[in-house]
């Protein structure tokens, strides 16, 4: 068969219907690939408005401040600048310190907001410049990456999160954030591994001595993080009562994959209460 342009034919065999058209300015793409590539690309479209944390360098910042401070700074660094690093809000001025303390919800507690700038400017996670104040890329950052070991925060969420859960609890996942898994965004010791079957997940116990707190703590404060009804954590158990439960993040509010999130993932958090 011959043909020119673009259009439709039928195989004179089978009579199932063919497209043709010129392969200099055309390629061929399945249905499957072409649903995948409008997922990817709507997804993408989705997910603008998140900063990375690079998961290698968390514990230093963790070590350097005090969980409520780690609080702060997640939120804080929402406000980063895509180019620059620099602390910005509305038409990209410049944030004033007056400003942070509004942002923190910290202007009755003005000591508590200059112990926690003075920890970061001490340790270089926030550096000045005149009167402009950035955060230092190596622990957060807005642009693109190509480091795997980087995990998004969803800066809309962070906030929203941030009107329903204190400080305190908001550090305790920002400790947590150097163990989420890259393709199940679960929490486990080995975070890049690649075999599903070989994830080493963490136990309750462990878990809350990598944020520092008694274990029992750590669960009365799980239930209290959420927003909008929504839990940020995911406790899952299978079996038995003595079988050890395992922790996942939500990915509305931190994820790793440019991808979208797994179906059986989003809907563990699509119940609200």
Not at 21 to 45: L, M, Y
Not at 161 to 174: C, H, I, K, Q
Not at 228 to 248: M, N, Q
Request: net charge positive; hydrophobic share 35%.
């Amino acid at each position: 068969m011959a043909f020119s342009g673009t259009g439709t034919a039928y195989d004179p065999e089978t009579g199932e219907p063919l497209v043709y058209a010129p392969a200099s300015t055309h390629k061929v793409v399945n249905i499957a690939q072409a649903d995948s590539h409008k997922e990817r690309e709507g997804f993408k479209g989705r997910q603008h408005d998140f900063t990375f944390a690079d998961m290698s360098e968390i514990g230093t910042v963790a070590a350097a401040l005090t969980t409520a401070q780690c609080g702060y700074l997640l939120v804080l660094q929402c406000h980063v600048d895509y180019e620059s690093g620099r602390l910005i809000g509305k038409g990209s001025v410049s944030l004033t310190t007056t400003q942070m303390l509004d942002i923190l919800q910290l202007k009755r507690k003005r000591q508590t907001f200059y112990d926690f700038l003075d920890a970061c400017l001490a340790a270089g996670i926030i550096t000045k410049d005149g009167v402009d104040y950035y955060i230092n890329p190596l622990y957060h950052f807005r642009g693109v990456s190509q480091n795997r070991a980087v995990i998004r925060s969803y800066t809309a969420k962070v906030k929203q999160v941030y009107r329903e859960v204190n400080a305190t609890d908001l550090g305790l996942m920002y400790r947590m954030l150097p163990y989420v898994h890259y393709g199940t965004n679960a929490l486990c010791v080995n975070p890049s591994e690649a075999n599903p079957r070989k994830i080493r997940w963490l136990n309750g116990k462990e878990l809350a001595a990598i944020v520092g707190i008694h274990e029992k703590s750590l669960s009365r404060s799980l239930p209290r993080m959420k927003f909008g009804g929504e839990y940020i954590l995911a406790r899952l158990k299978f079996g038995a009562e003595s079988d050890p439960v395992r922790y996942f993040f939500n990915p509305n509010v931190f994820y790793r994959k440019t991808t979208q999130p797994d179906d059986t993932l989003l809907a563990m958090f699509s119940v609200k209460r």
